[in-house]
């Protein structure tokens, strides 16, 4: 019995410095910073990061690095992963956790294909399962991986202000999993209100859902108005790319997000 006790507490103590030597080796990532020729390539790109405030600069490098250090970018399709990708990728999913203690903390791959890739969809009608072929931009796995079109990531960061981002749909979806689930739910910042963000983004969907099916014009992607989840990420994405209409169409969505997320890009110039 002594023996037993002796083992769990060699055990615990063996967790505690695993636990321990994670936290060390990511405060010594995050403390890290770009190169010049590393911040030559993500300015051209991803022009939105020549936006962010001085005070963000620092962290952003920091969340740059332990992405790169954290997950493994794989080519599929013989696409062959450069430099230039792998920056613009981290730095795009960087900026969406740039001032936020909030994680990819169960992300290990990001799998990037040359274009558009063909997913298998399941889907159950009673009894009956169908699956299909689809064809995709990106997709995001509970627990990783994300998956990306590099033709579309690509332009996502190139594109800064048309609403339409891949790469931060995607990873809008793996913070959204963070809870446990992806509803359109991710984990509250301290002090931010569930009720709060369910009552607005419920709300907001529900007007979305009525513009789309009047054929009404919408600063969210219509792609919002499949569910609550992707109604999160398409508001993200217009959160970052279209700031100031966001802020005009849906003020509450922009705030709910500018709390989650710590940051206020309508104000940046």
Known sequence: MIYFFGLLALIGLALAYRTWRKRQWQKEVLASRLTDEEWRIIRA????IQKLPPDLKAPFEGKVALLLNQADLVGCNGLEVTDEMALSIAAQAAL??????????HLTTVLIYPGAFKSKQTTQDGYVVTEQNVVRLGESWSRGPVVLSWQDAQQ???????????????FAHQLDDLSGQTDGAPPMAAGQSFATWRAVIVEAFDRHVASIDAGRRTVIDPYGATNHEEFFAVAVEAFFERPQALKRAEQD?????????????ASWS
């Open 45 to 48: 790109q991803v022009p939105l």
């Open 96 to 105: 969406l956790v740039v001032n936020t203690d909030a994680w990819y903390k």
């Open 156 to 170: 996502g960061g190139l594109n800064d202000n048309d609403g339409l981002n891949v790469v931060l749909h995607e």
């Open 253 to 265: 969505v922009y705030d709910q997000i500018a709390i989650l997320l710590n940051v206020d890009p």
